[in-house]
């Protein structure tokens, strides 16, 4: 599975747009890019995953650049409970029989009220 | 529908001390795993289990054994715990068919004294 790259940490005002990227250089064309996050304490949670078009759904955007090499989750309006630690995970679909996550080290989000 | 469920929550041993670390879902997922993190560290993968019967090593699975009880349940065992042994222990499961997504439970909070 391909590495990826986060920044360490992050900070975003309470209500405006958290943007966090990741950086997937070496995404091969049956690779999958998944983001979740882990709030303090708690078991990780899924936010989102996209192949190749940009994604949305009701906790999040992923925009995936055109060549594959990078993407940014979209928190829109950041709230103090969206503070946790966010893992950009790049996976190849294997037909449904190991579908291992490797998780790196993510990015920590800090929401300031 | 509780997810996934892991007991016990909290777990103080001794050196040497043996222990299960029970987990189950009920999600009809075929597939289950277990993770531990350290303090400011990733997730890493002990053990996966694909399907009921089959059981494989993840990342670091040395100190450990599984079983799959059946479809729902997924044990860890520490045989002779170490103070190294000492994380958080998560376990996860998913269905497979498809780039599906991995469902954690709340952890267990391990310490080997």
């Known amino acids: 599975d391909a590495k990826t790259t986060q920044p360490t940490s992050m900070d975003c005002a309470e209500g405006r747009a958290a943007n966090l990227p990741c950086n997937h250089s070496?995404?091969?064309?049956?690779?999958?890019v998944y983001w979740y996050r882990q709030i303090h304490s708690q078991g990780p949670q899924y936010i989102i995953h996209g192949l190749k078009n940009n994604e949305t759904n009701e906790m999040a955007s992923l925009i995936i650049t055109e060549d594959r090499k990078s993407s940014t989750l979209i928190l829109p309006h950041a709230t103090l409970r969206d503070t946790a630690v966010y893992y950009c995970?790049?996976?190849?679909?294997?037909?449904?029989?190991?579908?291992?996550?490797?998780f790196g080290t993510g990015t920590l989000l800090a929401v300031q009220p | 529908n509780a997810g996934v469920t892991q007991t016990p929550k909290f777990q103080v041993l001794k050196t040497g001390q043996s222990m299960t670390l029970q987990c189950a879902q009920d999600?009809?997922?075929?597939?289950m795993y277990w993770y531990r993190q350290d303090p400011g560290m990733g997730l890493r993968l002990i053990y996966y289990s694909a399907s009921e019967g089959t059981t494989d090593k993840g990342e670091v699975p040395n100190g450990y054994n599984v079983s799959r009880l059946n479809k729902r349940e997924f044990s860890l065992r520490l045989e002779s715990a170490a103070p190294s042994q000492t994380s958080v222990y998560f376990c996860?499961?998913?269905?497979?068919?498809?780039?599906?997504?991995?469902?954690f439970g709340p952890g267990t909070r391990l310490t080997v004294l």
């Open positions: 070496t995404i091969s064309g049956n690779e999958y």
């Open positions: 996860a499961s998913t269905s497979s068919g498809g780039p599906d997504t991995q469902y």
């Open positions: 995970i790049v996976r190849a679909f294997y037909g449904g029989a190991t579908n291992k996550l490797i």
């Open positions: 999600m009809n997922h075929n597939s």
